[in-house]
Each structure stands twice: as C-alpha cells, then as structure tokens.
DNA sequence: CACAAATAGTTCTTATGCGAATTATTCCTA
DNA sequence: TAGGAATAATTCGCATAAGAACTATTTGTG
C-alpha cells in the first residue's frame, strides 16, 4: 500500500480512538455508554429528528441506530414518538432527565470539554482551517467526488 | 462544546468512516471482515508478533483480538502458537492462505489502495506533512501528554 | 383508483469492542 | 525458595455495528 497514504489513515485511526476514549470517559461517569451520549448531543442540537436522518448524522445504520434508541428508552432519556405527517416515520426526542444527563455529562468535569478547548488554544487557527480543508480533500478523495 | 474541535472531532469521524469502508469493500470482496482484513495486514507487516503487542498496535482491547484471533484461526488465515520463551504468551503468525488472501485483498481491484494513491498525487507533500504534524499535536493533547 | 415501487423502522444474525473476572505462567522479594 | 504480585491470554456479559429480511406505510404511474 501507498506510505503517506497509510500514515494518514494510521493517524487518522489513532486520533479517533482517542476522541473516542474522552467521551466514553464522560459517558462512562454519568452511567452511559459513549454512543449513547453522542446520541443524546446530537437530539440535544437538533429536536425532533428522525431515526433515519439521525442514523446518517452519525454514519450508522438505521438498525444499529433503533437498538441505540431502545435503550435509551428503556433508560428514560429519550421518546420516541410517531410522526403526524408520516406514520412510517418516528421522531426522537430528548425527555427532561435525558438532558440533565448531557449536561452533567458535559460539564466542567468533562475531560473531553478541556481538551478540546486546549486544541483551540494551542493550534493556531490557520492550522485549524488548513487541518479542516485537507480533511475535505482527503473526505471528497474517499468518498469518490471526482 | 467548543466549536473548532468539535468540527475536527466529527471531521475526524467523518474520514474514518469512509476509510473504514472501503477497507469493508475489500474485506468483503474477499469474503472477511474489515477488522480481520486489517489485522491480517498488521500480521504480514510484523511477523510473529504476541497478541498483547498486536492489540496495542490496532488500538484495540485484547478480549477484542482474541475473538477476531478465534475467527480468523478457524477461518485457517492464522497460526496460533505459545511463545517458547514466555510459556503464557501466543504468538501470531499468517498461513499461506492468510497471505493469498491478503494479497488478492489489496490487488489492482483495490478501490482503497486506488484512493490512498490519489490522496498521495493530489495533495502537495508538504501539505501532508503538515496535516501529519497537526495530528501529532492533537493526539498529544487528546492523551493529556502536556 | 389500483397496485407495484419506494421508504421508514424493526428484528435477526454475526462480528466487533470493551471491562471485569478468570486461568496459567513468570517475576519478585522476604 | 516459597508465595504473592505481575503479566499474557481467554472467557463472559453487554453494547455497538452492519446487512438482510420483514412490516407498515406512502408514493408514483398507468
């Protein structure tokens, strides 16, 4: 395989998993897993969302996605509800104590808040933006918009 | 959450997703997993290697290459045998059927090693020694190395 | 309007993926 | 050197993660 290649998808990996290891810490503290509480920001940041459109948000299949949201049913964190306009379709829907449990998930404790904060801080933003635009390159190349 | 890291932290996700699909669409070309396919690679670039190194290697939990270990020992891609030094560890070796398949994974059909080479010819290198450098410093800070 | 195609979710099966407990072996030190 | 601490791997329980098959609706086309 290519070398520069591989060292990016190497480091991209490693990066990824870090991230990955800070939310479940945060996750892990107020008693959920860390999928569950990318689920629980990503309903807290948009209301009303469907199953489908939420399961692309995050990459994952839809059926990966409704075992999710079962438990956080089942936890009382999240409602599902069927929607008016088409009764195929379900909304989700944060409850009161689910977004309790990502705010006290996210709060000052949260390692994952600082370090991400201390990126901002020591990286200068025209690396950042530099950083961001090669990732669209490298995502477009990926995905095969040529 | 703090705007700038958290878009690198779902870019990040982003690229890893495609990545990890595309390596899918090999592995399954070939009838395996992407993980397998993955450690397979691992295991013809580091021969003989202990399953505990393998695992930190991948970024992954032993439990974890232990199982995936199981299938690919069954599925006859890999050797497992106790280390004559160290009568509790294992060490990994590919089959020859292991190697083949490997090899037939990442051929000219390739879509990811296609990929992998365009990034490489369409980003400038200084350009990815940058992106590289930058995703130095994020893991750094991400793993609390201040 | 009828009815096939498309769409939204769920369920099932298999494979990760992790932490905790367990087993086997080796290391270390009183 | 005996025996506990440490280490390497496995096993177990639970939660993703994806694709395929299925159910319930809605859409589109003659």
């Known amino acids: 395989m290519e070398k520069a290649g591989r060292e990016i998808m190497y480091s991209v990996f490693r990066i990824q998993k870090a991230l990955y290891r800070l939310v479940r810490e945060d996750a892990t503290r107020v008693g959920i897993t860390e999928v569950q509480l990318i689920v629980l920001y990503t309903l807290f940041k948009k209301e009303n969302i469907r ?5 692309e948000k995050l990459n994952m299949s839809n059926s990966t996605v409704s075992g999710t949201i079962d438990r956080l049913v089942s936890a009382g964190l999240v409602m599902r509800e069927t929607s008016r306009e088409d009764r195929r379709a379900v909304t989700l829907r944060l409850t009161e104590k689910g977004r309790e449990k990502l705010i006290e998930a996210f709060n000052h404790e949260s390692v994952l ?20 635009s090669i990732h669209q390159t490298i995502k ?3 995905l095969g918009e040529e």
């Not at 199953?51 to 399961?55: G, I, P, Q």
């Not at 808040?113 to 961001?132: F, H, M, S, T």
Request: proline share 0%; hydrophobic share 50%.
């Open 51 to 55: 199953l489908n459109d939420l399961a």
């Open 113 to 132: 808040v600082q370090r991400l904060r201390k990126i901002e801080n020591e990286i200068e933003a025209a690396d950042i933006e530099k950083l961001l």
């Open 140 to 142: 477009d190349i990926l």
